[in-house]
């Protein structure tokens, strides 16, 4: 029992003596510059690099760190650390003294760490979209064109025409700035794509700042946004070429993006089949029209050709062409713009084909056999100058616009065996100038006041030799020609005054106005006999038809721009007043009529990226000046019109109904549109065919047409493949009835096409893309045992690789095969090729390009409608090689 006791009290003196060699300890203050304690500072005893303690500051600035009893007391150091602080170290020299630190201020920047993911994103802001660029674009891709056609849920039809979801774009900006109008294939088809930064879609667009979040808009719009250098400098990609056999190319353009002055100014010139008409294609005229309620009269007479084949422009075109493009825009200062666009084209084109018409009626089947030589000389100058102000409560737009074109054309023409010769001449006049104005007042009320002046004229000349058919034209007796002539000349006006109320809920519109329309429709088809003598063909083949059209309408609209709920409904009533007269033959009618054409559109936002529409219009039209002329005109060498009845009247319904889906994180889209149109006319054209003329008269009787469609697209990028799918549905079926030599004949047309696509980067230096498209038509008839039908499939394909940085090589082909009906099946092939080498330094390129590498010369395309059958076959440019020099500024 003592020697336990001993031993616990030695246990005891050790303990003690450890603790009071542990007891050792080193006490300060952390301060900063004006003596504050600093809190949370890191203290750390170390012996070289090892740490023996360590300890925090309170919140006083005040440590107290313990010194382990075996420290070597001969190399301790102590380091003091804060964030926003200097470190600071000294040495200890003793343990009884106590260690302040007084620490400076430091800018400390976090080490950049950089994250590396080549995979495209999209940023999705209110209701923008932004594609970053560099994520979708490839080594070969020139202009911003050849990069939109590969964003997800962006489709680009073969005119150029941009759709977004489905749903074409109604403006298309650069850096804000709508330099192009809807003519947008100038920007496309010549801004290089390295100088955009991103391209932009902006849903529920409103152009017109003083209207955003007041009045429903269904727009959609594209925007690109321009790299910060290449806004500082001069743009441009000057090319120059030649090739075998007889090949020229070139291309001189001068670009400009700052933002205060934008410009696209270029010419070109080829004879490689590139069609630079493509660049003055306005997407949206129709609809703009159709708002201004500007009924233009078409083109009466023509050459009768068949028209352009199923082809890419640059597949079939032969041309000599060129083009002076001028679109400049200045911002005068803030939201003043002043813009002006000025084109001139002049182009040669040839084209020869043979054509094959079958037109099936109960008890016969009329044919048709032609060859023609056709020549074809546009000369198109477009002006244009407007003044944009557009402020949060202020607007003023002023458009004048003026056009005009000359052009001949030449047609040499075997008919059924029968030699013709047709000079064509075509001159258009058209000046406009639109004026719009918008005042907010103090209460936010806006008022709006309008107007639209258009003045038009094109005097056409037809002459066809030796003399056709005499034995309609000229009671079986030999003649020289036959000359028609035709003009509509025309003025047109719009008016209106308007009131905005914008309430927390609703935006009420209320407008009223008029509009005038004066037009003369003057025409004579005129035989020169073989003593050069001049008569009529008939007394019935002359008209000078006067026509007045007068409107008055007032409009009550109301406006819901809700964040989850948007409608927007339109309940317009017209007073319409027509008179037109012939003295002639004693044509003297008066027409008055009140129409009702109300339309209802909802938006519901069933979530962040996704929403259903639907629509409803119910429209009265009224015919035009072309549907009462009662002399007879030949408007191209064997269709013969006239007319037999009232002013046609028609009354449309139709309804849509759409789903629109995103997720732009998976850059996934998907749309459906479902619709309908019932169409109720007063009157139906009449055809008599025989073998060697079509005469069509138009008569008093009831004519319904009911239509109806279904639309489906799809679009997603698969990160795995680093490929961008897509898909299209869309099937359509027309119910109408026709009379053909004096049988009525009900048709009922459906239409269903396919497509799919994928473009792909299969890695740095390799990508791939693939679209194949399939249509099929059919035509049935209840008085017509047969049925009409026929299908076609298109596909392409291109790789392109580039094995250096400098070194691009590219090849794509088209293949067309179309199934028709007791007849061989037609296949075709085409092939183009291309070698580029880039010389980095000098910023210039070389290009080698080959096209149509299988030398395919003629091609065949089949047209299927109501109750006929045509079969056209072309010739087409062979193969041809082009060397091609490109500077870049």
């Not at 030589?373 to 244009?384: A, E, F, G, I, L």
Request: net charge positive.
């Amino acid at each position: 029992m003592i020697k336990l006791c001993k031993f616990a009290l030695v246990c005891m003196l050790c303990t003690l003596c450890a603790a009071a060699c542990l007891a050792q300890s080193i006490k300060g203050t952390v301060t900063d510059s004006l003596g504050k304690g600093i809190s949370f500072a890191t203290v750390n005893l170390k012996s070289g690099n090892l740490i023996l303690a360590y300890a925090t500051t309170n919140d006083k600035g005040a440590y107290a760190l313990a010194v382990p009893a075996d420290a070597d007391k001969s190399n301790l150091q102590l380091a003091v650390s804060c964030v926003g602080f200097k470190k600071a170290t000294v040495k200890v020299e003793g343990l009884a003294s106590p260690y302040n630190f007084k620490l400076s201020w430091a800018s400390n920047q976090l080490k950049t760490v950089t994250i590396k993911d080549n995979s495209p994103r999209l940023r999705a802001h209110g209701d923008t979209l932004d594609y970053k660029v560099s994520d979708f674009a490839s080594p070969q891709d020139r202009v911003i064109g050849d990069v939109i056609k590969k964003l997800p849920g962006v489709t680009v039809a073969k005119d150029g025409t941009i759709s977004y979801n489905g749903k074409a774009i109604s403006n298309f900006y650069i850096g804000g700035d709508n330099l192009t109008d809807d003519k947008y294939n100038i920007a496309t088809g010549s801004i290089p794509q390295g100088v955009v930064d991103k391209v932009q879609v902006l849903d529920n667009h409103q152009p017109i700042k003083m209207l955003k979040d007041k009045v429903v808009s269904e727009d959609v719009a594209m925007n690109i946004t321009i790299k910060k250098d290449a806004k500082l400098q001069l743009v441009g990609q000057e090319t120059l070429g030649a090739g075998l056999p007889d090949k020229y190319y070139a291309d001189i353009n001068a670009m400009m993006f700052k933002d205060k002055y934008k410009a696209i100014n270029y010419i070109k010139v080829n004879n490689t089949n590139f069609d630079v008409a493509g660049d003055l294609v306005a997407h949206n005229n129709s609809s703009y029209l159709s708002r201004l309620d500007n009924d233009k009269p078409a083109t009466v007479l023509s050459l009768g050709t068949a028209g352009d084949p199923d082809l890419p422009r640059n597949r079939y075109l032969f041309n000599q062409a060129g083009i002076i493009n001028l679109n400049n825009l200045v911002n005068l200062k803030k939201d003043v713009q002043l813009k002006a666009n000025l084109s001139y084209l002049h182009d040669t084109q040839k084209q020869t084909y043979t054509k094959f018409s079958e037109f099936y009626l109960p008890t016969d089947t009329i044919r048709y056999a032609e060859v023609q030589k056709n020549k074809y000389r546009p000369d198109y100058m477009h002006s244009q100058l407007s003044l944009n102000i557009n402020k949060d409560k202020f607007y003023l737009y002023d458009n004048f616009v003026a056009d005009y074109s000359k052009s001949t054309g030449y047609s040499a023409l075997v008919t059924n065996g029968t030699p013709v010769n047709q000079v064509f001449k075509d001159n258009l006049m058209d000046i406009s100038n639109e004026f719009n104005y918008m005042k907010t007042f103090k209460k936010n009320d806006i008022i709006e006041l309008y107007s639209y002046l258009n003045r038009s004229t094109e005097p056409e000349l037809r002459v066809i030799d030796p003399g056709l058919n005499p034995d309609i034209f000229n009671n079986g007796q030999a003649y020289k020609q036959l000359t028609q002539t035709a003009d509509i000349p025309t003025w047109f006006t719009n008016n209106y005054a308007g009131y905005k109320i914008p309430g927390n809920n609703v935006t009420q519109t209320y407008r009223a106005g008029f509009s005038l329309q004066s037009q003369t429709l003057k025409s004579d088809l005129s035989l020169t006999q073989l003593n050069n003598s001049s008569n009529l063909v008939a007394d019935s083949a002359l008209n000078n038809l006067d026509w007045q059209r007068r409107k008055i309408y007032a409009e009550a609209g109301y406006d819901i721009p809700g964040s989850v709920l948007k409608i927007n409904i339109s309940l317009p009533v017209n007073y319409l007043n027509i008179h037109y007269n012939d003295g002639y033959y004693g044509l003297n009618k008066n027409l008055d009529r009140l129409y009702f054409n109300p339309r209802l559109y909802v938006k519901y936002q069933s979530g962040v990226e996704n929403y259903f529409s639907a629509g409803y219009n119910f429209r009265n039209d009224i015919g035009s000046i072309q549907d009462v002329y009662n002399g007879y005109i030949l408007k191209n060498y064997r269709s013969l019109y006239t007319n037999n009845a009232d002013l046609t009247e028609r009354k449309t319904q139709s309804a849509n109904l759409g789903f629109n889906f995103r997720r732009a994180i998976q850059l996934f889209f998907f749309s459906i549109n479902a619709g309908y149109m019932h169409q109720n006319a007063n009157n139906i054209a009449s055809s008599v065919l025989t073998n060697n003329i079509q005469q069509r008269i138009v008569l008093p009787y009831d004519n319904n047409i009911d239509s109806w469609s279904l639309a489906g697209n799809i679009s997603k990028y698969a990160f795995s493949l680093r490929t961008t799918f897509s898909a299209g549905l869309a099937v359509q079926t027309t119910k109408l009835n026709q009379i053909l030599n004096n049988i009525i004949l009900p048709y009922n047309t459906v239409s269903k096409t396919l497509n799919f696509g994928a473009d792909t980067k299969v890695s740095s230096k390799v990508n791939f893309s693939y679209k194949a498209g399939f249509d099929q038509t059919t035509s049935k008839s209840s008085a017509v045992a047969s049925t009409s039908k026929f299908d076609r499939l298109i596909q392409q394909a291109s790789v392109n690789y580039n094995p250096t940085d400098n070194l691009f090589f590219a090849i794509s082909g088209d293949h067309y095969y179309t199934h028709q009906q007791q007849a061989n099946d037609l296949k075709y092939m085409f092939a183009d090729a291309s070698l580029r080498y880039k010389f980095k330094k000098t910023k210039m390129d070389v290009e080698l390009s080959a096209q149509n590498l299988f030398n395919t010369k003629t091609y065949s395309a089949l047209y299927l409608s109501a109750n006929s059958f045509t079969q056209s076959t072309y010739n087409i440019p062979g193969r041809f090689l082009l060397m091609k020099v490109t500077f870049n500024i």
